[in-house]
């Protein structure tokens, strides 16, 4: 069972940046992908990024490529989210998610798990 927190969320002008940040509750952190994704409000889970259980991998989705980056502290049992130039249609509900195989995090499929979602709210 793994437990994720996320923290970092808020009220933003277009053009600015956030960095969320999401805690994990388990043993070896390094075992498990991890992610983000997004949902606003009437339309379906989106995927962010993500990243490998060691970090050397990551991916994103095509309306944040060159705007956000995932990174991870498996020390630390940390995952973050920089994210930069927001638009407004990056408001959204973001979730913090890990996936059992460290090798699938690709896409919103690869996740078993979920933290409660914190909001970004961008403001045109």
């Known amino acids: 069972q793994v437990q994720l927190a996320e923290s970092g969320g808020g009220l933003v002008q277009a053009g600015g940046s956030l960095r969320l940040s999401c805690a994990a509750s388990?043993?070896?952190?390094?075992?498990?992908?991890a992610g983000w994704l997004r949902q606003a409000p009437g339309r379906e889970r989106e995927f962010v990024a993500g990243?490998?259980?060691?970090?050397?991998?990551?991916a994103y989705g095509g309306s944040v490529k060159g705007r956000f980056t995932i990174s991870r502290d498996n020390t630390g049992n940390a995952v973050y989210l920089e994210m930069n130039e927001l638009k407004p249609e990056d408001t959204a509900v973001y979730y913090c998610?890990?996936?059992?195989?460290?090798?699938?995090?690709?896409?919103?499929?690869?996740?078993?798990?979920w933290g409660q979602g914190t909001q970004v709210t961008v403001s045109s």
């Open positions: 388990v043993r070896t952190f390094s075992n498990y992908a």
């Open positions: 990243i490998s259980g060691s970090g050397r991998n990551t």
């Open positions: 998610a890990a996936g059992i195989s460290p090798y699938q995090y690709y896409e919103a499929g690869s996740y078993d798990y």
